[in-house]
């Protein structure tokens, strides 16, 4: 067993993870992981113990099938907590990490072994930090806000509401108060979640009757971030242990920091008690940024990543097309390198024009055509994946309709004026929150999946067509 691996090898396993999961879930999950060695077709990786137990119970069989993809099909994986270098081929496995703060002990096969896990182990994105956070006119009072409630958890603002459209950061200033909490706030405890994690962790709580390790999970934290609280309407059980948590934190004097697409006056299906406390502390809203915002952001994100865009304006060009939010500048500009690499083009205006062609259409096409309808890219997508638009605004939940309703629902939302809540009504009478997720699920897979990105690309070129 050498102690250093192969470099190639560690680097065809990462490219090869990064190929089976979301990006966002590899930056969050598996990019922290280590290479702890490799023997013949037997390899030791590394997990930070704060992760340690996540990883092990949601990615233990995506480490192993993407080392037998890049080993072959005896490769075995030997996932441990970092400090914990047994060699790998032991046969020794893993158990639960001990971490600071951590609930009691349960054995490693038992079902509540997550709901026992560390109560700041829930990891927080490393990219997302004050410094990686490109200010301007659109969110300068939330990050204010946000870097002052970092500085002085409970004192500052309690509640903070961060309100904002989707990828426009707010997730980003929840992962910056973390990240600072945990560097400088002298052993505070922190927990990042979103309401559908949260949701989840209290349904399997009440199905094996153990809400008392959930409740010791989310009431002894001394900073609680949420993500997406818009995502407890109609929601009533879940809506009532959030109100006792909330309350139970608030009254120690433990931080509350919450985001959502809406203020809370405009939650329209959320329990009354609810919108009052979540109005009770500060409410700042973040808009869509401005184009000067974009220019940095996209530039920040080239030099971190390292990328080369030369000097001949792509990047006001990606910034004068996709002018929604960040996340979208970002996907734009991942899939305009992306391009390159696999076409063996420089990266310069010309290729992100017709890449962002492929993305969004002409801007003067679509002038000229006018806005296209709801109705009319319903046609076009059920025409594309070969269902009918029946279909598309029906029931029926199978991949074969699921994921063509998303289509069409991400695309009515990136090419139409209508809300979400006008386009849940196109779909059947969908809520807001049904729409937003079906957005979110879209845009995900767009930027990861080449077959879906082609698809999207041809139904928005004949989105500028006439009606026939």
Request: charged fraction near 25%; hydrophobic fraction near 40%; proline fraction near 6%.
């Amino acid at each position: 067993m050498t102690p250093d691996p192969p470099h190639p090898t560690w680097t065809r396993l990462q490219a090869e993870l990064r190929q089976r999961v979301p990006e966002s879930t590899f930056d969050v999950w598996l990019a922290p992981l280590r290479c702890g060695g490799v023997d013949g077709a037997s390899v030791v990786v590394l997990a930070p113990s704060e992760v340690h137990n996540w990883v092990e119970q949601r990615f233990a069989s995506v480490l192993r099938d993407a080392a037998r993809a890049v080993l072959g099909p005896s490769a075995t994986v030997a996932l441990r907590a970092a400090g914990d270098q047994t060699a790998a081929g032991d046969g020794a496995h893993p158990g639960p990490g001990a971490t600071r703060g951590a609930a009691p002990a349960v054995p490693a096969d038992d079902p509540r072994a997550a709901l026992f896990a560390d109560t700041e182990a829930s990891p927080l994105n490393p990219k997302f930090t004050f410094e990686q956070f490109v200010i301007g006119d659109a969110n300068r009072f939330a990050h204010a806000a946000a870097l002052a409630v970092a500085e002085n958890p409970g004192n500052a603002y309690n509640p903070l509401f961060v309100v904002g459209p989707p990828g426009v950061g707010k997730t980003h200033l929840l992962h910056s108060i973390g990240n600072y909490v945990r560097a400088y706030g002298g052993g505070l405890t922190v927990r990042y979640t979103t309401v559908e994690r949260f949701t989840n962790e209290f349904l399997e709580a009440l199905k094996t009757r153990d809400v008392d390790a959930f409740k010791h999970r989310y009431r002894r934290n001394d900073v609680l971030l949420i993500d997406d609280v818009q995502f407890l309407e109609s929601k009533v059980k879940t809506e009532e242990e959030f109100f006792h948590t909330f309350n139970a934190l608030h009254e120690t004097g433990s931080q509350l920091v919450l985001t959502s697409d809406r203020p809370p006056r405009d939650i329209e299906k959320l329990d009354e008690r609810l919108r009052q406390r979540f109005g009770s502390g500060l409410v700042v809203d973040i808009r869509q940024p401005d184009p000067a915002t974009r220019v940095t952001v996209l530039r920040k994100r080239a030099h971190h990543d390292g990328i080369d865009v030369g000097d001949d304006g792509v990047l006001e060009l990606i910034a004068e097309r996709v002018t929604d939010n960040v996340r979208g500048l970002e996907a734009a500009l991942i899939r305009v390198v992306a391009y390159a690499s696999l076409t063996g083009r420089a990266i310069d205006r010309a290729l992100a024009d017709d890449v962002l062609t492929q993305l969004y259409g002409r801007a003067a096409a679509r002038a000229a055509a006018g806005p296209p309808t709801v109705e009319r890219i319903q046609e076009l997508v059920a025409e594309t994946f070969d269902v009918t638009r029946e279909e598309l605004l029906g029931a029926g939940r199978t991949a074969r309709v699921a994921w063509p309703r998303q289509v069409a629902m991400y695309l009515a939302r990136e090419h139409t004026h209508e809300t979400l809540p006008a386009i849940g009504r196109h779909f059947g009478g969908r809520d807001h929150s049904t729409v937003l997720h079906a957005c979110k699920r879209a845009a995900d897979r767009i930027g990861t999946d080449p077959d879906a990105f082609d698809a999207v690309a041809s139904i928005t070129a004949r989105l500028t067509e006439p009606a026939v």
